[in-house]
């Protein structure tokens, strides 16, 4: 089933990519790697890219870092109500991605909710277009990718921690170190592992951005924040004429990008001699 349902439509984008025209009568491209060498040309997807880019390095070391101060603190045995503030904080990522986006998109409209509190504190004087500006737009979709999988990574290490033995930090308490040694100390190193598998899945999920840029934004203003994703999606399906050569090799590129940075996280993060 993994063979039929995964790696034959895998081989089978891989010969699209090196062919041209509409699907029903698609030839072999002249060169082969044409669409490749359209790639470097298009300045689209360039934009695409750096704006992808742009939300992986702003986004996720700040989720990672929250999510990994949250299972901290939640981890704590003198904490009460445990269950009840990890449900809280896992919940949004239990969101249907339409809906949170739809409702982000509704918080930061011109008239909408966060305006109006701005506006009744006096912290501005008129309402901002958030949606409707390249850096704003950048801000709301980076601020709906940390409320959305913060807690959904927070999951993991705080797995992480509770196989690390409780002994360990009351050994570290009896020597008399600090909350923050024992943290950099102990908590980060056996946690590693943890820290290398979020890393790599938040920049696979990254790198493949779409419902946030499509519903949020649409990819504008003028694709100021549009994705490799969303414009891989609007030149297979979004144009009329579907152009999947272009589109498989555009594909083939973020997939070569993600096995890239995963390769970096992990050799990042094995310290075995």
């Known amino acids: 089933m993994i063979l039929i349902m995964s790696f034959w439509p895998m081989l089978q984008a891989l010969i699209t990519s090196f062919k041209k025209g509409p699907s029903t009568r698609m030839v072999w491209a002249d060169p082969w790697y044409n669409n490749y060498a359209r790639i470097l040309k ?3 997807f360039q934009t695409a890219m750096g704006n992808t880019f742009f939300y992986l390095i702003i986004q996720v070391p700040i989720m990672l870092v929250l999510a990994m101060l949250l299972a901290q603190i939640l981890n704590n045995r003198q904490l009460k109500c445990r269950g009840l503030f990890r449900t809280m904080v896992f919940l949004p990522c239990a969101t249907s991605l339409v809906s949170y986006a739809l409702i982000f998109k509704s918080l930061f409209a ?8 701005l506006m ?3 912290i501005i004087n008129e309402n901002i277009n958030w949606l409707g500006k390249a850096g704003t737009a950048k801000f709301v979709i980076i601020l709906a990718l940390i409320w959305r999988w913060t807690g959904y990574n927070m999951v993991f290490f705080l797995a992480g921690l509770q196989t690390i033995d409780y002994q360990v930090y009351e050994a570290a308490k009896i020597d008399g170190a600090s909350s923050w040694k024992t943290f950099w100390s102990i908590t980060v190193p056996l946690l590693r592992p943890v820290i290398v598998m979020t890393t ?3 920049i ?8 946030e840029s499509v519903n949020l934004t649409n990819g504008g203003p003028a694709n100021s924040t549009i994705t490799m994703s969303h414009y891989i999606y609007n030149m297979s399906f979004g144009q009329g004429v579907g152009k999947f050569g272009y589109a498989s090799a555009m594909s083939f590129v973020v997939l070569i990008l993600v096995a890239i940075l995963a390769a970096i996280s992990m050799k990042a993060g094995d310290k075995r001699d």
Do not use: A, E, R, Y
């Open 204 to 211: 696979n999920g990254t790198l493949q951005l779409f419902d």
């Open 110 to 117: 011109t008239q909408g909710l966060v305006n109006k509190v």
């Open 200 to 202: 790599i899945m938040s």
């Open 120 to 122: 009744n504190l006096h």
């Open 42 to 44: 298009d300045k689209i």
